[in-house]
């Protein structure tokens, strides 16, 4: 059962994700039998890791990539009920996620989620239909903050307003006039979607969990009939052999790599239970001087809904929504794609959006319970957690905002099946590592700038990534006043969350880094490339990477950004595919990696 952290190491400490973690945690996975190993650094795993670990049971998370390499960082980062799931009057939905947005602002992760206005356009109409409309939006916002305020906790998010036409394009002047007659404020979260699966990881490994990354799961040990582990393949050292790790129960929250996981239970005729299906979805990265605007919005469109939301400087633009059955590491944002996000929201702005406007594009596999419907938009948006066979529980489908729910579940079922007293979840009471004591620190930030001889700005952006793990940042700072240099090419962010990244966070690669951890790749026109001889020198220094080490990561990083560039030209998904995919994953070709094992421990 649990392991019990010694009293002298502190929460923060327990929860480093460093790289002589990672080789520690390596030995655990080789040598202790887990309660509990998940498979899948995604939210869902990563919640679930975290669930078992605050139940007390000992619990390994093992990832392919990087924490949240798969879908998890590629959403349009709402934590939302989902007006769209209101409407198909699928309330339970909504009435779920809204608790989860309540408790994720007020308590979970006050510093990593937030409130953002959101604008209903409402169209121009005929009297009648006029009086209908506005009707029919309000009554939906309305019972969206009610759903939120009387059943879910809705703590945090100011109620929602009607706009006369003039009062909307006062908050958005970027709307066309003659598109609009009025608008409906309302309120969601926003969340930047890869560093809250880091946070939730190392909030698991602060209570115990074995949290390894390059680590991708070959196939099940068996006996009989029950699955008892995994085999799993270290991808830093590809020439090091295949190795077992033993569990009592075995949970996959794989995604939309979900079959894969019963295509290797195939021999003994296993049933998968559910199938997962993949739909694309893709976003645009523009600046926030390309449209004028205070809130974001919410656009019907033929298939779905598009967003535009505020993003710091940026505004991110999505979605699209299409059956995808090619390379799902890499999803390829084709010229089609990008055209149709264009098109769509271009209908509502006074001044169009053109491709040179666009800093970044992302594009995301939405995990799918198939088997309802054949459009991908009506697929379930529900999850579901099955046992094909005895020893491994399946758990997929649902969205990032009820992670916690699903996490929840698939324990439960691992609880049972493990025996012993009934432990519940507690992770509604569990504030993630950084949110104790958030709010004070936001209070007192213009002291804490004076305090550290930086700007406020500086430590503004430092407590909405990292909480009041900033002091740790802030010592860096003090120990090497270098890493307060901001990083080239993206001077928003500064070096010390590069060695931050790569000593405590589990990055392991620029990607990681650039991806990921910071959201550089995205949010410059230059996708990175002026960042990346910074970051390796950072990095490098951090992790002791030699000269080759630095310029393979390099040319790695910037042959990926020149290959989703190619593959954004093309016309369609088969011929953006096989553009992406001329640049293979930087992960399983980096045998010859050193790490400084004496990294200094905080
Ligand atoms: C375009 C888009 C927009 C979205 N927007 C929102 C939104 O605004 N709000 C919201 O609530 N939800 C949103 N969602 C849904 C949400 O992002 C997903 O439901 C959620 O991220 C899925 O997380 P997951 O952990 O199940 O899967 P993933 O994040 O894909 O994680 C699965 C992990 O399993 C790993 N893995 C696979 N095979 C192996 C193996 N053999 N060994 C080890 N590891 C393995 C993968 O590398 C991957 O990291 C959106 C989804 C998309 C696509």
Redesign the pocket.
């Known amino acids: 059962m649990g392991v019990v952290r010694s009293p002298s190491v502190s929460r923060y400490a327990a929860g480093r994700l460093s790289p002589i973690r990672r080789i520690a945690d390596l030995r655990r996975l080789r040598d202790e039998q887990f309660d509990v190993l998940v498979?899948?650094?995604?939210?869902?795993?990563a919640g679930a890791a975290l669930d078992a670990a605050s139940r007390g049971l000992s619990v390994a998370l093992?990832?392919?990539?990087d924490l949240?390499?798969?879908?998890?960082s590629?959403?349009?980062?709402?934590?939302?009920g989902g007006l769209r799931y209101l409407e198909q009057l699928e309330l339970h939905l909504v009435h779920e996620a809204l608790t989860e947005r309540g408790l994720l602002t007020s308590r979970l992760a006050p510093h990593l989620v937030r409130p953002v206005p959101i604008l209903v356009p409402l169209p121009p109409a005929s009297p009648p239909a006029r009086v209908w409309q506005r009707a029919y939006y309000g009554l939906g916002v309305a019972a969206y903050d009610v759903f939120a305020g009387v059943f879910g906790s809705g703590r945090g998010m100011p109620l929602h307003r009607h706009l006369t036409r003039d009062g909307a394009r006062r908050l958005f002047p970027s709307l066309r006039a003659d598109q609009i007659v009025g608008a409906i404020r309302y309120f969601d979260g926003q969340v930047d979607d890869a560093r809250l699966v880091v946070n939730l990881a190392r909030t698991a490994a602060s209570l115990g969990a074995a949290v390894v990354t390059s680590?991708?799961?070959t196939g099940f040990l068996r006996e009989a009939r029950e699955v008892v582990g995994v085999k799993v393949r270290d991808l830093e050292s590809p020439d090091s052999p295949e190795f077992e790790v033993r569990a009592r129960t075995v949970v996959a929250?794989?995604?939309?790599?979900s079959d894969?996981m019963s295509r290797m239970l195939s021999d003994v005729g296993v049933r998968p239970g559910f199938r997962v299906r993949a739909s694309k979805?893709v976003?645009l990265v523009v600046p926030r001087s390309a449209i004028t605007g205070e809130a974001g919005l919410i656009l019907r469109t033929p298939t779905s809904v598009l967003f535009v939301i505020p993003w710091g400087g940026h505004w991110i633009i999505?979605?699209t929504d299409t059956d995808w059955q090619l390379d799902r590491s890499h999803p390829a944002a084709s010229a089609r794609d990008i055209r149709y996000l264009l098109d769509q929201v271009n209908t509502v702005l006074d001044r169009p959006l053109t491709v040179d406007d666009i800093e970044g594009v992302y594009a995301?596999?939405?995990?799918l319970l198939s088997g309802e419907a054949d459009s991908t938009s009506k697929l379930s948006r529900e999850h579901a957690v099955v046992e094909p066979m005895l020893g491994l529980l399946l758990v997929?489908g649902?969205?990032?905002?009820t992670y916690r729910v699903m996490a929840a579940d698939v324990i439960n079922r691992a609880v049972r099946r493990l025996g012993g007293p009934a432990q519940p979840s507690r992770t509604d009471q569990l504030p993630l590592l950084g949110a104790d004591g958030f709010a004070a620190a936001w209070r007192d930030r213009l002291d804490i700038a004076r305090r550290h001889g930086v700007t406020a700005g500086v430590i503004e952006h430092l407590l909405e990534r990292y909480g009041t793990l900033t002091v740790h940042l802030l010592a860096m700072i003090e120990a090497d006043p270098a890493l307060a240099t901001p990083l080239a090419g993206a001077p928003e962010y500064l070096a010390a969350e590069v060695a931050y990244a790569a000593q405590a966070e589990g990055a392991l690669h620029l990607d990681d880094v650039l991806t990921r951890r910071t959201r550089i790749s995205i949010e410059t026109a230059h996708r990175g490339a002026e960042t990346v001889a910074h970051a390796a020198a950072v990095m490098g220094d951090a992790l002791g990477w030699d000269a080759a080490v630095r310029a393979r990561e390099i040319e790695h990083y910037l042959a990926r950004v020149e290959a989703e560039r190619q593959s954004q030209k093309m016309p369609d998904d088969l011929t953006a595919d096989a553009a992406r995919l001329g640049v293979p994953d930087v992960r399983g070709y980096a045998a010859d990696r050193g790490i400084d094992l004496l990294e200094v421990e905080l």
């Open positions: 498979i899948g650094g995604g939210v869902t795993g093992v990832e392919a990539r949240a390499a798969g879908t998890s590629r959403s349009s980062k709402l934590i939302h680590a991708r799961v929250a794989t995604g939309v790599w894969d979805g976003h999505g979605t995301g596999l939405r995990p997929a649902g969205k990032y905002t």
